[in-house]
């Protein structure tokens, strides 16, 4: 189940899973330098912070089994899952 906290007042998602593999997911609002998001910067301010996805996984190859992707708040605009 998907669990959303803030952890030291810092926006960050977790989802994890018994699947094999230890298969975890994480969400971080973080500004263009890759600092976190406080919690009240984040609500006043959503579409001026980017959100990086890691993915990671026994599974996957590579360094530290993670895949990690930073995607920049006009993406969801443009797609319409987030007003600007």
């Known amino acids: 189940n998907p669990e959303q906290r ?5 926006a960050h ?3 994890t ?3 094999l593999g230890n ?3 994480e969400y971080y609002f973080i500004d263009d330098e890759g600092v976190l ?6 609500q006043n301010n ?3 912070y980017n959100e990086e996805f890691v993915f990671s996984s026994d599974n996957f190859g590579g360094v530290g089994g993670k895949i990690d992707i930073v995607v920049e708040p006009a ?3 443009q797609a319409g899952m987030r007003s600007n």
């Not at 803030?6 to 810092?10: A, F, L, M, T, Y």
């Not at 998001?37 to 984040?42: G, I, L, P, V």
């Open 46 to 48: 959503a579409s001026g």
């Open 6 to 10: 803030w952890i030291d007042s810092k």
């Open 37 to 42: 998001a406080s919690e009240t910067d984040y």
């Open 75 to 77: 993406i969801f605009e």
């Open 23 to 25: 298969y975890k997911e």
């Open 17 to 19: 899973s018994d699947l």
């Open 13 to 15: 998602h977790l989802n």
